[in-house]
């Protein structure tokens, strides 16, 4: 008996594994952030222990808290200006622009696999 030859997938069933994978890209993200942020929240705090002030709190602004530790104000500008240029739509660290780079690879390959599919129903 010949062998069975492999059902060619669908564009929507491509779509659907690329949104999820997507989709767990993006949570694996989150929750790798949330550890980062977790772990630098750890280490600030210790830092703090070493200039603690009863009147501060660890709810202050996290600017203020930095600045207690003391980083200075022009790093402090250069940060914000990296996480302004995030929020804005204009990536500048080279991991979002890879980032950016295999979102952009993964469409044209989709759409690459899209055209090859048509043809060969036609």
């Known amino acids: 008996m010949p062998a069975k030859k492999p059902e060619t997938p669908t564009k929507e069933q491509i779509e659907a594994e690329l949104k999820d994978s997507e989709f ?7 929750r790798e952030a949330l550890l980062q942020f977790e772990e630098f929240e750890s280490f600030l705090k210790v830092l703090e222990q070493k200039v603690w002030q009863p009147h ?15 980083v200075s104000r ?11 240029g995030m929020w804005i739509d204009n990536p500048t660290a080279a991991d979002i622009q890879k980032q950016l780079g295999r979102d952009a690879a993964r469409k044209s390959a989709l759409e690459q696999l899209a055209k090859l599919l048509a043809s060969r129903r036609r």
């Open 24 to 30: 767990d890209n993006a949570l694996g993200g989150i």
């Open 56 to 70: 501060w709190s660890h709810d202050d602004p996290l600017l203020d808290r930095l600045t207690r530790v003391g």
């Open 74 to 84: 022009d790093e402090l500008r250069k940060v914000a200006e990296r996480i302004d």
